[in-house]
């Protein structure tokens, strides 16, 4: 990995993924990118925005975002360039402009707090970037810490693996952290299984032969408790998923039970679309 964007709005919890971010920028000796969009409210009268507002406005950005940039040089071990990007702009159209124009290998975001994390996640700029962000979008819960990944999930649901399946970051990934490869499929009695399964499942493994991933046929009526729950027993420091769907989200995001697996989970998301 070349370059890692940060995205943060100097949250508390934007802190946490830009800390995780500069740790994943130190492992790779990547420049850091760190991005922050504002908007200057428009008021619903006729009399529009001063320049004087936006010119506050952009004032403010620089100097909290030039004072999280001195913050992370002081621990600056192995000299990754660190630079800067604010945009009076939604983050979704920030982060499209900018990714189209450098091409980045991962985009790092955080969730908010415990009483914000769902609406975050099924609503605004998490869900709205899984779904319109072509780029690998890393998402770090509020208590994470980076180290490096021993074990790695692949949560897979066989369908058209060869058009979907992100194999070189995959294996960009295991290789580069010596980690163990985990495919997790989750079902109940068989049933999203079909007949093309078996094929599916067979081509999968020549994509990752190499890497000698471990299958773990999940039983679950839930999806996010079977993993999360499989998760937590093995240790695992990472899940790659496919929003292709977003069936995945759909189901992971969705009830009571798992926004309790959402406020504690440990495991960082790793989101890439469709080849």
């Known amino acids: 990995m070349k370059k890692i964007i940060a995205c943060t709005d100097f949250s508390n919890n934007a802190k946490v993924?830009?800390?995780y971010a500069f740790a994943l920028a130190q492992y790779y000796k990547a420049e850091l990118v760190l991005i922050h969009s504002y908007?200057?409210?428009?008021p619903v009268s006729e009399v529009?925005?001063?320049?004087?507002m936006f010119e506050q406005a952009k004032q403010t950005a620089e100097e909290y975002i030039n004072k999280l940039k001195?913050?992370?040089?002081?621990?600056?071990?192995?000299?990754?360039?660190?630079?800067i990007y604010i945009e009076n702009e939604n983050l979704l159209l920030c982060l499209q402009e900018y990714c189209k124009k450098n091409n980045p290998d991962l985009v790092v975001l955080g969730t908010r707090g415990q009483r914000d994390i769902v609406d975050v996640l099924v609503g605004s700029n998490t869900m709205k970037l899984i779904n319109h962000l072509t780029y690998p979008l890393f998402v770090v819960p509020a208590c994470a810490k980076f180290n490096p990944?021993?074990?790695?999930?692949f949560a897979c649901d066989f369908e058209k693996v060869v058009e979907t399946t992100p194999v070189d970051l995959i294996k960009e990934l295991v290789e580069d952290f010596?980690?163990?490869?985990f495919v997790l499929n989750v079902d109940y009695q068989n049933k999203h299984f079909t007949a093309e399964t078996p094929e599916e499942s067979m081509l999968l493994d020549h994509l990752l032969f190499k890497l000698k991933p471990r299958y773990q046929f999940l039983e679950g009526k839930?999806?996010?408790?079977?993993?999360?729950?499989?998760?937590?027993?093995?240790g695992l420091d990472l899940l790659i998923t496919i929003p292709k769907t977003h069936v995945f989200f759909e189901r992971f995001f969705k009830g009571t039970h798992t926004r309790q697996l959402i406020y504690h989970t440990h495991i960082p998301l790793l989101c890439v679309h469709e080849k």
């Open 39 to 42: 908007l200057v409210p428009v």
């Open 48 to 52: 529009p925005p001063s320049t004087e």
């Open 70 to 83: 001195e913050e992370l040089q002081l621990k600056n071990i192995a000299v990754v360039p660190i630079t």
């Open 178 to 181: 010596n980690a163990e490869l």
């Open 17 to 19: 993924a830009v800390d």
């Open 222 to 234: 839930d999806m996010p408790s079977t993993i999360d729950e499989f998760a937590q027993k093995n």
């Open 149 to 153: 990944f021993k074990k790695i999930g």
